[in-house]
């Protein structure tokens, strides 16, 4: 499913009008009429209550207005307050105005704080209330009337309707705008906004609704939207069968290089997360002093002992070892747990840019480029990179809030820039692809807030990947995957307290739930909106 920027969305709406030929005033009727379905359905006993409807003066005012007065003609008692003279009004939103009045429905303008102060005691009388304040194009703090009248909203705590979005939150990047109204439920039109999925924004949608306006096919096309939902049905139509003749040297064989004195658990787990997503053969490359320890934590794995420095961390005199090891082998798992050593670091840099395969670098190999990450252009091979957020900035020579703030475009720079396949972890993963197009995952759940899931989620894109999966499909798999199999454990166990190699046992079964059909009736763990196409 597409998610739209608010330039997108503007630019579907001008060319619906200007090249399609369906008026804009079609348009907002069938968003307000659609918005009033989802009120009414949400709201079974909405003819006993009082709704106000708060507006602003732009088209999202106007599907307000639309809304009002469906709401009027179903006998619901509704009260619009406009935050701005009715004399401001313009062109569509205008028109639909002053349709109210034949309609008898009551009117309050509010455009100082005397005004708003003189209607609280009524405004507070409402039972419910449609927000129809600011639509997708807000982008600055919000200040003045509109403030104080989100503010005063937020006080009452009564159930809300958001037109759009809510009023308050970056559609393109889902960071609030100062304020921000919080609804239970948010009608949409056309396609979910970015700004819906990515948190905080995410917090404050509640239930999504996305409503078909008319916006033809070929519009859509012609627009490109660059940025789509992570579904469960297309995550299962990346799957590729195995045939019944399958054998573990026909499933791909993954070498995993990690590890040092005292991490040796992050390298097993990477291994343990290729085996679980179904690689054929895994080899674990360890310091020599480590692999012990490593072997009895995955005895499926073949382990074998690197040139280590005195402290136990992989030396870059291993390379000649590691490039060996790398010849029968379908993808290289490089990073977590090796420590930044000055040898280590050469050797990640090395291995970046001459393996033959392709390479799936998290946790300490990231930090180990993250001083010239212009080497990624010289690779042999294609790359998947695995970043949390403070590994993000690093890499960006930004800061951990700047990343969380722009996490899209981030990711999406990144990734055309150097042209490879980023994973941007955390709540609302995004997977961006070396063409532009992002992903956003809305599988996984807070109890994933535990040492060694990313670690499992290098070895799962890994074993993918040596399966013949393209990397960016095995990205993308992955992380769905990772994330459901959380999900299911975040039911049955529990909301926390379940462990990585937990997730990482949960993978086959998850997988199987995967090509199977959905139960729609079973609990799920993933916070946020829920999609309902209407």
Known sequence: MHLVTADEMREMDRKTIAEFGLPGRVLMENAGRGATRVLMERFPGIHEKKVGVIAGRGNNGGDGFVMARYLAQAGVSVTVYILSESSRLAGDAAANFNLLASLQIPVREITDEAGLNELKSEMAHQHIWVDAIFGTGLNSDIT???????????????????????????????????????????????????????????GHTGSLHVIDIGIPPHIIESVGPRQHLLTREAAASIIIPRPNDAHKGTTGHV??????????????????????????????????????????????????????????????????????????????????????????????????????????????????????????????????????????????????AWVQANRLACARDFAVKYKVHLVLKGTRTLIA??????????????????????????????????????????????????????????????????????????????????????????????????????
């Open 144 to 202: 003045g009337i509109f403030k104080s009248a989100i503010t005063f909203l937020n006080t009452l705590n009564r159930p809300v309707l958001a037109v759009d979005i809510p009023s308050g939150v970056n559609a393109d990047t889902g960071q609030i705008c100062g304020v921000c109204l919080s609804a239970i439920a948010t009608a949409t039109f056309a396609f979910p906004k970015i700004g819906h999925v990515q948190f905080p924004g995410a």
């Open 433 to 534: 692809h070396p063409d532009g197009h992002v992903y956003i995952n809305l599988t996984g759940n807070p109890g994933m807030a535990s040492a060694g899931m990313g670690d499992v989620l290098t070895g799962v894109f890994a074993g993918f990947v040596s399966q013949d999966y393209p990397p960016g499909l095995a990205a993308r798999l992955g992380v769905y995957i990772h994330g459901l199999a959380a999900d299911i454990l975040a039911t049955s166990k529990g909301p926390s307290g379940f462990l990585a190699s937990d997730v990482a046992a949960a993978i086959p079964s998850t997988m199987a739930e995967l090509t199977t059909v959905p139960d729609i009736n079973r609990p799920t763990a993933s916070c946020g909106p829920i999609l309902v196409p209407l």
């Open 255 to 400: 070498l995993v290089v990690a590890g040092s004195k005292g991490k040796t658990g992050a390298a097993a787990l990477s291994a343990l997360g290729a085996l679980r997503s179904g690689a054929g053969l895994v080899t674990l490359g360890i310091p020599e002093s480590c692999l012990p320890l490593a072997a009895g934590f995955c005895m499926e794995a073949m382990t074998t002992p690197l040139t280590e420095t005195d402290s136990g961390a992989l030396s870059d005199n291993a390379l000649p070892g590691v490039m060996a090891l790398l010849n029968d082998k379908k993808c290289l798992a490089l990073g977590p747990g090796m420590g930044l050593s000055t040898q280590t670091k050469a050797l990640v840099s090395r291995l970046v840019q001459e393996s033959p395969v392709p390479v799936v670098l998290d946790a300490d190999g990231l930090n180990g480029i993250a001083d010239d990450p212009g080497i990624l252009l010289n690779r042999c091979a294609e790359i998947v990179l695995t970043p949390h957020p403070g590994e993000m900035a690093r890499l960006t020579n930004q800061t951990t």
